[in-house]
């Protein structure tokens, strides 16, 4: 079992920069594949961007490539999601997620097995 917790979340202006962390539980955090979703009201839950076990491989969204970046310290049980370049359609409650140990990476929600509970992104412009 893996509990994520998310933090991070606010207020920033178009233009301006957020960092995201997801802290995880437990002491196999090395073999989850991570990934971060997010759901703006009304919409369903998208694909943000993923990293896989072994932090060698990333996968974005074609709508944040270049923009947010996703990185890993597995000595910290950490996955961040650096955030640049904001737009107000950023806005969304951003969650964190965790797949199944040594697994791939998927785009659709329903192959993640773990979430946290949200952080809220509010973007003005």
């Known amino acids: 079992q893996v509990q994520l917790v998310e933090s991070g979340g606010g207020l920033a202006q178009a233009g301006g920069s957020l960092r995201l962390s997801c802290a995880a539980s437990g002491r196999t955090f090395s073999t989850y594949p991570m990934g971060w979703f997010r759901q703006a009201p009304g919409t369903e839950r998208e694909f943000v961007a993923a990293?896989?076990?072994?932090?060698?491989?990333?996968y974005y969204t074609d709508s944040v490539k270049g923009r947010f970046t996703i990185s890993r310290d597995n000595a910290k049980n950490t996955v961040y999601l650096q955030m640049n370049s904001l737009k107000p359609e950023d806005t969304a409650v951003y969650y964190c997620?965790?797949?199944?140990?040594?697994?791939?990476?998927?785009?659709?929600?329903?192959?993640?097995?773990?979430w946290g509970q949200g952080t809220q992104v509010t973007i003005s412009s």
């Open positions: 997620t965790a797949a199944q140990p040594y697994g791939g990476i998927s785009t659709r929600d329903r192959n993640w097995t773990y």
């Open positions: 990293i896989s076990w072994s932090g060698v491989s990333t």
